[in-house]
Every structure is written in structure tokens, then in C-alpha cells.
């Protein structure tokens, strides 16, 4: 099956350059989106077809689609940057494209290949590069890559028609007025995923699982929650929505993927940018015993999540039914905030590219 060409039919009336500059100014994270979108179709025994680039707008379900009943979606997230020189790239998108692809084969659904998802997220760049937040910040343009079941049915099976998509929304600097440590609630109760199931997929359905833990950290005055393994209730894994990493002075460690952790892209880089810049960077396993014991004689230093959306976000206090703890001073640490620049730095073009992660569109 051939891979089909991304027809252009851009929205006739986008925002007025008034009206987006108003947007860019405070844009959030995930409030506004740009004026167009990509939408590609999958049909059995057809393949991939129809792709285009259309005005952002609603879309039309039947109340019988599977993916309201049986939950057949997964999703990516990227950032594009503007560079120095005023152009436009986006940071490693064939790593979120083989994410994207060990997802759908989790939830049984197709996969999109690598040359047309990011054909597809090139397509929406370029025509609404405007948006790109101008250089000079840490403001981006965020991606969201998609795919659900579009088969109106309700037999229990994986559907035969796909709706892939593209969409995008300014973003913000997850900080305004600077870095600010999170607070932790560690969740002893429920787990956010189980060996052999969907945790190393990046699809709906583990968020959902971890928004009531997620609101019983709130109701602790909590940030964040972290989660333990679901096997013997001990391994530190991953927070809701970002991997973790545990620095011990020049030593940074991150848990090791077991299959109910999610492969962060971020999470990847950070090993290689750590390793470039001179510290010993490994993956291993934190129980949540050790993590307390070691913030409290001292030896592990820091400890920061990061993800595409937030960088690396300094972790402050931690917080459990046993009691609470701070994580060094309570303030980011120096070698937080050395990979979070060193990282930031290669994604806003302004440091060496030396694994030619940031892809270009001119």
C-alpha cells in the first residue's frame, strides 16, 4: 500500500495576526489551538488514504463509535521551536513516531509509518509556523499526534477504521516567573499499571486510571503523584505523567523501563545529555525505602520529572501516609537546572546538536 500525499486545504479565514499575537502572548498549555489540522484515514484492506490538512473544527461521531466503548486510542506529544535564525524544528519526532507505532500495536490498531507521521506533523508546522512562539523563551508550538477507532459497532474487537490526526496548541513556559519545585504524593493504594498491560503505551486509558489518584494528591496538597510497582509495592516507577530521575552528586539514576513504565522521549535524552556533559547517568531501580533513606542522609541529592511538556521540573517535598520529607533544600538543584538549560539549549538551537535530534523544516 502506498503512502498517500497530504492534500493542502488550509482554513480561508485564520486569526488575524492581531488576534493570534494576543493568543501567543498567554498562551497556557492546551487552551488555544492553531487554525488548521491534519486528519488521515485507515480502512481494512485499503490502508492509509485521504490525508489533508483542513480547518481546525468539531468533529462528527456517531453515539456507537468503538472508541467510546472500548477505549482504541493512543496520542503523542512534540514541540516545535523556533530557532535563532527564524526557522522552525521540531525535536525528535521519529522517536515519537516509533512510540506512536509501538502503541497502536499495544491496542491492536494500525500503525502510521514514520515517513507519513511526520510528513503530517511537517504539514501543520508549516502552514501555521506563525504560531510558533518567536525565540528568545522557552515558548513552543505543542503537537498532538492521534489516533482512534472511527468503526460504528459494538462487537468486542479491534475496529476496521482508523482516524489518524494532527493537531496544535501554543505553548507557554510551564514556569512563569521561574522554576518552581513539586510536591509529591506517593500513592501506596493504587498502581498506575501492571506488567503485561498498556504501561509502556501512551494511550488514554492510563491517564484515566490515574486521575482519582491524581485528585487524592490534591486533596493532600500535592502537586504530582508517584507510583509504585504493582508487583511487590516497592519500586518507585513514574508519576502520573512524567518519568523521574535521582541524582547522587555526579550519579543520576532513572527507573528502568519493566513494561508498565512509559519510554519518555525526554526521559531518553536526558541519559545522553547527562553522559555529554560529564555525569554517570544509568537506569536502575529506586525503591521508595532507599529514596527516603538516602534524601535523608544526604546522598541523594535532587530528584526531578521531566517530560515534553514541563522539561524538568524540580521534585520539592514528598509526601506519604507515614509522613513527609524534603528533597534537599527544598529548592531546584544545580544539577537539575544544568540539564534542564543544557537541554533546552539544543532544543532552541542556541547549543550544538550533536545527535542531530532537532528536525528542520527551512
Not at 512524567?242 to 512509559?262: K, Q
Not at 544509568?282 to 511538556?309: M, P, Y
Request: charged content about 20%; glycine content about 10%.
Amino acid at each position: 500500500m502506498t503512502t498517500p500525499t497530504i492534500e493542502l486545504k488550509p482554513s480561508a479565514h485564520p486569526l488575524s495576526d492581531a488576534e493570534r499575537e494576543a493568543v501567543l502572548a498567554t498562551p497556557g498549555f492546551g487552551r488555544h489551538f492553531t487554525d488548521n489540522m491534519v486528519t488521515i484515514k485507515w480502512t481494512e484492506g485499503r490502508g492509509w488514504h485521504d490525508a489533508q490538512l483542513a480547518p481546525y473544527a468539531p468533529l462528527s461521531m456517531d453515539p456507537a463509535n468503538m472508541t467510546l466503548h472500548y477505549a482504541q486510542t493512543i496520542f503523542e506529544g512534540l514541540k516545535a521551536y523556533r530557532q535563532p535564525d527564524g526557522t522552525v524544528a521540531t525535536f525528535r519526532p521519529d522517536r515519537n513516531a516509533r512510540r506512536f507505532q509501538a502503541s497502536a500495536r499495544r491496542l491492536a490498531m494500525p500503525e502510521v509509518p514514520t515517513d507519513l507521521f511526520i510528513a503530517a506533523c511537517d504539514a501543520l508546522v508549516a502552514q501555521d509556523r506563525a504560531w510558533v512562539p518567536a525565540h528568545g523563551g522557552e515558548e513552543s508550538l505543542y503537537l498532538r499526534p492521534f489516533m482512534f477507532a472511527t468503526e460504528v459497532g459494538l462487537g468486542v474487537r479491534p475496529a476496521n477504521e482508523y482516524l489518524f490526526m494532527v493537531i496544535a496548541s501554543p505553548a507557554g513556559a510551564y514556569f512563569p516567573g521561574g522554576v518552581k519545585p513539586v510536591s509529591i504524593w506517593l500513592s501506596e493504594d493504587r498502581v498506575r499499571a501492571v506488567p503485561g498491560g498498556m504501561g509502556d503505551a501512551k494511550t488514554g486509558g492510563n491517564y484515566a486510571a490515574s486521575l482519582l489518584a491524581q485528585k487524592e494528591a490534591a486533596a493532600q496538597g500535592c502537586d504530582q503523584v508517584a507510583y509504585l510497582d504493582a508487583v511487590e509495592h516497592r519500586w518507585v516507577e513514574e508519576l502520573g505523567g512524567m518519568n523521574l530521575y535521582f541524582v547522587y552528586g555526579n550519579r543520576i539514576v532513572t527507573p528502568e523501563l519493566t513494561g508498565s513504565l512509559l519510554a519518555g522521549i525526554t526521559r531518553d535524552s536526558l541519559l545522553t545529555v547527562a553522559r555529554d556533559l560529564g555525569y554517570e547517568a544509568e537506569e536502575g531501580r529506586v525503591s521508595i525505602d532507599q529514596w527516603k533513606r538516602d534524601t535523608e542522609n544526604g546522598t541523594l541529592t535532587e530528584v526531578f520529572a521531566c517530560g515534553t511538556a514541563a522539561v524538568i521540573t524540580p521534585v520539592g517535598t514528598v509526601k506519604s501516609r507515614g509522613g513527609e520529607w524534603t528533597q534537599g533544600d527544598g529548592g531546584p538543584g544545580d544539577v537539575t537546572m544544568t540539564l534542564r538549560r543544557a537541554l533546552l539549549d539544543i532544543q532552541r538551537g542556541i547549543a550544538e546538536d550533536k545527535h542531530a535530534w532537532m528536525h528542520r523544516l527551512g
